[in-house]
C-alpha cells in the first residue's frame, strides 16, 4: 500500500502549495523522526495555471520553508493533472476557486477534497476515539487518514467552504505576507500531523 498522499494546490504551484507541501512533510517529520516521517506520508503539491511548469520554488516561499526547519531541495513546479488527483487520499487547495476546479476535473475526489482553512476547521471536530489507532507505521497512518478525511467529509455543512478559508497568494507581495500564509497553512498541517501521529 503507498503511503497516505497529500496533494496540495494552488495557481502557480511555486508559492502556497509547496509551502504546504514541505511544511507537512516537516510538520509528519518532526512527530516520526527525522528517518521515518518521509515513508510515513507523501506530501505532493501541483498548480491550476500550468505556466511555472519545471521552476523552482518561489524564493521568498524557499527561505521561509527553510527557516521553519523544512527544504526546498530537489523541488519543481508542476501542471495539475487527473491522475495527481486520482492518487491522493486528501486534497488540499488553496481557495475555493481551485477547489471547484479539482472537482470539475474530477468529481468523485469531492469528498476528499478541502480548501486548506476549511480543512483545518474540520479537523478540530474529528473524534479521535473513533480512528483506527495511531501507529508510526504507512499502513496505519494510512488508515488513519483515510479516516480523518471520511469524518471531515461527514462534518462538512452545506455552506462549506467559506470566504476566510481561503489562503491569499503571497506572490510579489513582502516577507510578512509569506508569513501570515505560512502560519495559516501550519495551523492545518501541524494538527493534520498530529492527528496523523499522535
Known amino acids: 500500500m503507498p503511503p497516505f498522499t497529500v496533494l496540495h494546490v494552488c495557481m502557480g504551484n511555486i508559492c502556497r502549495s509547496p509551502m504546504a507541501e514541505r511544511l507537512l512533510a516537516r510538520a ?19 498548480g491550476t495555471g500550468g505556466w511555472h511548469e519545471g521552476e523552482e520554488m518561489n524564493p521568498p516561499a524557499a527561505r521561509l520553508v527553510r ?16 491522475d495527481f488527483i486520482d ?3 486528501l486534497i488540499l487547495t488553496a481557495t475555493a476557486d481551485q477547489y471547484d476546479y479539482v472537482v470539475a476535473l474530477r468529481p ?20 479521535a476515539a473513533g480512528l483506527p489507532p495511531a501507529e508510526a507505521k504507512p499502513e496505519a497512518v494510512h488508515a488513519r487518514g483515510v479516516a480523518i478525511v471520511e469524518q471531515a467529509a461527514t ?11 481561503d489562503l491569499d497568494d503571497p ?14 497553512i501550519e495551523d492545518t498541517t501541524m494538527p493534520l ?3 496523523l501521529l499522535p
Open 193 to 195: 500531523a498530529a492527528l
Open 155 to 165: 462534518l462538512r455543512g452545506p455552506d462549506a467552504p467559506q470566504a476566510a478559508d
Open 108 to 127: 468523485e475526489a469531492a469528498d476528499r477534497t478541502f480548501v486548506l482553512g476549511e480543512f483545518g476547521r474540520l479537523l478540530g471536530a474529528v473524534n
Open 171 to 184: 506572490w510579489g507581495r513582502g516577507d510578512q505576507t509569506f508569513q501570515r500564509v505560512a502560519d495559516e
Open 87 to 89: 492518487d491522493a487520499d
Open 67 to 82: 527557516a521553519r526547519r523544512g527544504t526546498d531541495e530537489d523541488f519543481l513546479a508542476r501542471k495539475l493533472r487527473g
Open 28 to 46: 509528519v517529520r518532526d512527530r516520526a523522526g527525522d528517518a521515518d516521517g518521509d515513508t510515513l506520508i507523501r506530501s505532493v503539491s501541483a
